[in-house]
């Protein structure tokens, strides 16, 4: 383990207090739990005369901090103003996050049992915020911006939302430096022969499964696994080549898939291939020597925020046609292509289900989803030389100084924070909207599945990616539905529309603009403002498309109100059994939206 790492997490030198990156993770984290418990309802601060809040719990606890409220009903709070008096009255102002849960279980509903485990999640998450504050806390926003696209995701703070949002639960201290992004390590993926006849295997006509070798092997490494295999006496006519998650191999595969390797129908080859560098999702990787080489999404069987984070095999043999089918929408329809929308394929997907489990069809979807691959299209290879490719998510991440990034791309885009904001709007929401109501088709556009394309620090256009499963279709029969395979569209879920338009609200109005809107408005540029601008790019794309003017009804972004979606409350109810089901949403009372609150008709 690495000392330096260990004792910095732990004690500063003198040994007599916490380090200051422990106290300031747990400050951070505080305000975030605190803010985002609030916007679920599950905790009700009071503002008080003076502009404060204060939360008083059953437990004979209150908690003071200075905070503003956002128009989506969000507190922003101060982390350093926060402070605790415990029933003896007694006031601290050093911020301890476990103890706010464990102050706060009875209005959570927390049971002695979800509670430990929530504690653990949550230790994985401060030992995580510790090593992400020695990372980017150094360093400001102009820094951060001019790091490469692929090590600048490494630097992100993670889900906004999920107050455990590096919960990785499975991983111990060495995997946790050996996998996780925030340490830009350098991953070695390890090799397996599988036998055709048992393990699916689907992409698009014109991939070789040489290009999927590419993805990860440069000639050399190529010839040297060959050599592997051809020495075991394996042939391609039985075997396929793939590739597998060293966290993965180590502690699912092994065993659970022991069987197999037994009767010889997976054979370990060992590690090659070039470095590869986790992206926030921390199972997909990017080459690092050679980014433009396709992308590989491997099961992580972690219980990282919400989910253990494995490839179910029931989008594997549509997910090629699905992206492509996007990728030929995305080209040929004019509101699309005028705006360059990329489209990240996964050409090819594979799938190794697994025989004992398999025969029990409910078994808990973890144990299903052990063995796969995706490959999917480098962003790196879709754009210029001349633009950047960041999630979205990087728009309000902020710096060691609290600086948000989104500044910093403006002050350096020479455009004012209204131009750009209309710039990211158009290139972004306008396509992700059209989507919708012509094809019927939602994306689950949240932080990390959304990337903006920048050419000189400005908005040009976007990248959608994580179509298997993150892809839903109305349930209607849109005509614009029919070029897509009976196949692929019987094996895709299917919404009404009232349940799609959340892939829009909740997935990117609520978890990425409700964040970038209010780090602008920390800046003067006001959330009325902001959602007046966006409402405004939305009748002006409406409005261009009268033929529309029906699905736009169907899917009316300018209700009143809206869904509250509460993802922490699902963990606090559900806990950590085990279930067949990944879970469902809770849901909070409607939020007043503000795009009809900001609402003004264009001319
Ligand atoms: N801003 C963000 N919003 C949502 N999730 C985020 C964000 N930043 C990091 N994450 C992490 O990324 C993952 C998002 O889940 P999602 O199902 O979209 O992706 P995935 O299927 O795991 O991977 P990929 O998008 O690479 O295909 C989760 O592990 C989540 O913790
Ligand atoms: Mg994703």
Redesign the pocket.
């Known amino acids: 383990m690495n000392q330096a790492v260990t004792q910095c997490l732990l004690k500063s030198p003198l040994k007599t207090k916490p380090s200051s990156f422990w106290l300031q993770a747990n400050q951070r984290l505080l305000a975030k739990s605190l803010s985002e418990l609030s916007w679920e309802e599950a905790i009700v601060p009071l503002e008080l005369d003076n502009g404060d809040f204060t939360l008083e719990l059953q437990s004979g606890t209150s908690y003071q901090f200075a905070a503003w409220r956002t128009i989506w009903d969000q507190l922003i709070i101060d982390p350093a103003s926060i402070i605790r008096t415990g029933p003896d009255g007694q006031r601290w102002s050093f911020s301890d996050v476990s103890q706010f849960f464990i102050d706060a279980r009875t209005e959570l509903h927390l049971t002695s049992v979800i509670l430990a485990n929530f504690l653990e999640e949550l230790a994985n998450t401060l030992m995580a915020e510790v090593r992400v504050q020695q990372n980017y806390h150094q360093k400001t926003a102009a820094e951060l911006i001019d790091l490469t696209d692929d090590e600048l995701q490494c630097y992100?703070?993670?889900?906004?939302?999920?107050t455990v949002?590096?919960g990785r639960i499975g991983w111990g201290f060495n995997d946790y430096e050996s996998y996780a992004t925030e340490f830009l390590p350098d991953i070695q993926l390890e090799w397996l022969a599988v036998n055709r006849e048992h393990c699916q295997l689907s992409k698009i006509d014109d991939l070789s499964e040489q290009a999927l070798l590419s993805a990860v092997l440069d000639t050399e490494a190529q010839a040297r696994l060959l050599g592997v295999f051809h020495g075991m006496n394996l042939t391609a006519d039985a075997y396929f080549l793939l590739p597998v998650h060293p966290w993965q191999w180590q502690n699912k595969l092994v065993n659970l898939f022991a069987g197999e390797i037994a009767a010889g129908r997976i054979v370990h080859l060992g590690a090659f291939g070039d470095p590869m560098l986790p992206?926030?999702?921390?199972?997909?990787l990017s080459n690092r020597q050679r980014p433009k080489q396709l992308?590989i999404?491997l099961p992580l069987s972690i219980l990282?925020?919400?989910?253990y984070?494995g490839i179910p095999g029931q989008y594997i043999k549509a997910g090629p046609m699905i992206s492509r089918w996007l990728a030929n929408i995305v080209d040929s329809d004019p509101t699309l292509a005028d705006r360059g929308v990329i489209v990240l394929e996964e050409p090819a997907g594979a799938f190794y289900p697994n025989p004992i489990f398999t025969r029990i069809e409910d078994a808990p979807y973890r144990y299903h989803e052990m063995l796969g691959c995706?490959w999917?299209q480098s962003v790196h290879d879709k754009i210029k030389a001349s633009e950047r490719a960041v999630?979205?998510?990087t728009l309000f991440q902020r710096d060691g100084f609290n600086e948000p990034l989104i500044h910093e791309y403006i002050r350096r885009s020479g455009l004012s924070a209204r131009q750009w904001l209309t710039r990211l709007f158009d290139s972004v929401v306008i396509p992700l909207y059209h989507l919708l109501c012509k094809y019927g088709v939602g994306l689950?556009a949240?932080?990390?599945?959304v990337t903006v394309v920048l050419e000189h620090h400005q908005p040009v256009r976007v990248a959608l990616?994580?179509f298997?499963?993150?892809l839903r279709l109305v349930d209607q029969d849109f005509p614009e539905l029919e070029s897509l395979s009976d196949y692929a569209r019987s094996v895709t879920a299917r919404l009404p529309a009232e349940y799609l338009i959340h892939d829009l609200q909740t997935g990117h109005f609520v978890?990425?603009l409700r964040f970038i809107s209010a780090c602008l408005a920390e800046k003067g540029f006001s959330e009325v403002d902001f959602y007046g601008l966006l409402g405004k790019q939305l009748q002006l794309y409406m409005k261009a498309h009268p033929e529309l003017n029906g699905r736009f009804k169907i899917f009316d972004l300018f209700q009143p109100e809206m869904a509250r979606v509460c993802l922490n409350r699902v963990r606090f109810k559900q806990g950590y059994g085990d279930a067949s089901e990944r879970p469902l949403p809770e849901l909070g009372t409607p939020l007043n939206n503000p795009l009809a609150t900001t609402f003004r008709e264009v001319p």
């Open positions: 992100l703070d993670g889900h906004p939302k999920v949002s590096k992206q926030q999702s921390l199972r997909t992308n999404k990282n925020t919400s989910c984070r995706i999917r999630l979205i998510s689950v949240h932080g990390q599945n990616k994580d298997q499963g993150d978890s990425v």
